[in-house]
């Protein structure tokens, strides 16, 4: 094992628990809930974070999954450890944008405000923008079948995740929403 691999798993671990902490320590300074989605739903989203994180950490028993893609050089370790921290970054900075208002599930908060600053400025929904990124940059460094199937189930789950905030946001906040998202992409600004 490398010096630069050994260096670039500890970094994207330290990044992991950085997120992690994060998101434990924010949550209890939210406001009361008056709407959250249902349970099935909160199931759904459980479900598709536990798989993503079995694929990457390659705890699925398929055969063959956990084969290398591509070989790890020193500039593709660099790269997805450069994406990660992006990820952490634009995460930490979307989740404080949203200060009290934020949830681990589609939740409707007391004085809930629809906000559009900090990140929210670019993408609607930057902080799945943020975990993607760091599923990617992870991906990278792992480089198997196994990390590049997470990469896909995070992005189909957290499309499905957005699309019922979405849904949830149009209800209360018809006309500012429907104005929001005419400007603002949902993930890649300009793009997507």
């Not at 739903?41 to 079995?54: D, E, I, P, V």
């Not at 660099?78 to 009290?100: D, E, K, M, P, V």
């Not at 975990?131 to 997470?150: E, K, R």
Request: glycine share 8%; charged share 10%.
């Amino acid at each position: 094992m490398s010096i630069l691999h050994f260096v670039g798993v500890h970094f994207i671990t330290l990044c992991w628990c950085l997120f992690v902490l994060v998101w434990i320590v924010s949550a209890f300074s939210v406001k009361p809930t008056i709407e959250r989605q249902s349970w099935a739903g909160r199931l759904a989203t459980f479900a598709f974070l536990t798989l993503t994180f079995m694929l990457l950490l390659g705890k699925i028993p398929w055969a063959g999954i956990n084969t290398r893609i591509w070989r790890l050089g020193h500039a593709l370790r660099i790269t997805g450890c450069i994406i990660t921290f992006l990820g952490l970054a634009a995460s930490i900075w979307s989740r404080l944008s949203l200060g009290a208002n934020w949830s681990a599930t589609v939740t409707y908060r007391e004085g809930h405000e629809l906000v559009q600053r900090g990140p929210y400025r670019f993408v609607r929904h930057p902080m799945y923008t943020g975990f993607l990124l760091m599923i990617a940059g992870t991906s990278v460094n792992l480089g198997s079948v196994s990390s590049l199937g997470a990469l896909i189930v995070a992005f189909l789950g957290t499309w499905w995740k957005l699309s019922k905030e979405e849904i949830l946001l149009s209800k209360h906040f018809p006309d500012a929403y429907a104005r929001y998202k005419s400007h603002t992409k949902a993930l890649i600004p300009f793009v997507l």
